[in-house]
């Protein structure tokens, strides 16, 4: 495990199955990676429409988006 005072920035992200995934748990991921290029979202139920406007907003340097069986994005 990391140290707790240590941060993480991710450039890639790959999340599939994260059944416990909510937008208040990818909004935190994505304000400690504001150089994040590729972001994957796959099968993550509880993940919703705000977490998209929060990759807009706070990932300008994204060059790749993929999103696959989200229920919530229908």
Do not use: I, Y
Request: proline content about 8%; overall charge positive.
């Amino acid at each position: 495990p990391l140290p707790t005072d240590k941060r993480v920035a991710f450039m890639t992200l790959t999340l599939q199955g994260a059944t416990g995934l909510t937008d208040t748990h990818v909004d935190a991921l994505l304000r400690q990676s504001p150089h994040l290029h590729r972001l994957t979202l796959l099968a993550c139920p509880r993940v919703t429409e705000q977490s998209l406007g929060q990759v807009a907003r706070l990932c300008p340097s994204l060059q790749q988006l993929h999103l696959e069986a989200l229920p919530s994005l229908r």
